[in-house]
T-cell receptor
């Protein structure tokens, strides 16, 4: 089992729809969770970080964390073509120090 | 203007050659990281350093070497022992406390001639 798994893509949604990106992790003691966006040929940039169970909202983005189910998701409301990118989930485990473990990413395409 | 710089943007390596990728940060971050990304893949950790003059191997350290002589700088050398070096190399830095965000440089794309 991979340490961090993301839903297989590519994911395609129409403009204005909600895009839902999912991530599961294997280490139950993990404390810190991050969503990065990576445009083709560019480096990852942070979208959201979340540390506590529940929802965290920032503009059109909502991160949801459920530690009991070892599940973290990212919702993008009113999806725009500019949201088309690969989204990477990253997790900091309890024995990892400051290291992050990344999923393989989910490619999202928002169609006009 | 704070940030992370990587150079060069593109690098070409000949067979049997060692090449060095530069990474500099002026964020006063303690921790620095090198990742490799292959097409359609996630990030794999090569080496990381949490303090000057100390570094640890990541998951795919074979064929690579690093140094951390200054807080601001963490160069990566791709040695001739790395038989498949073609990839996108990303440097990141972090304040150093577990749970802090990692910030990435723009990356270096390494190609083999």
């Amino acid at each position: 089992q991979k340490e961090v798994e993301q839903n297989s893509g590519p994911l395609s949604v129409p403009e204005g729809a909600i895009a839902s990106l999912n991530c599961t992790y294997s280490d139950r003691g993990s404390q810190s969770f991050f969503w990065y966006r990576q445009y083709s040929g560019k480096s990852p940039e942070l979208i959201m970080s979340i540390y506590s169970n529940g929802d965290k909202e920032d503009g059109r983005f909502t991160a949801q964390l459920n530690k009991a189910s070892q599940y973290v998701s990212l919702l993008i409301r009113d999806s725009q073509p500019s949201d088309s990118a690969t989204y990477l989930c990253a997790v900091n485990g309890p024995t990892s120090g400051s290291r992050l473990t990344f999923g393989e990413g989910t490619q999202l395409t928002v169609n006009p | 203007d704070g940030g992370i710089t990587q150079s060069p943007k593109y690098l070409f390596r000949k067979e049997g050659q060692n090449v060095t990728l530069s990474c500099e940060q002026n964020l006063n971050h303690d921790a620095m990281y090198w990742y490799r990304q292959d097409p359609g893949q996630g990030l794999r950790l090569i080496y990381y350093s949490q303090i000057v003059n100390d570094f640890q191997k990541g998951d795919i350290a074979e064929g690579y070497s690093v140094s951390r002589e200054k807080k601001e700088s963490f160069p990566l050398t791709v040695t001739s022992a790395q038989k498949n070096p073609t990839a996108f190399y990303l440097c990141a830095s972090q304040a150093g406390t577990p749970g802090e965000t990692q910030y990435f440089g723009p990356g270096t794309r390494l190609l083999v001639l």
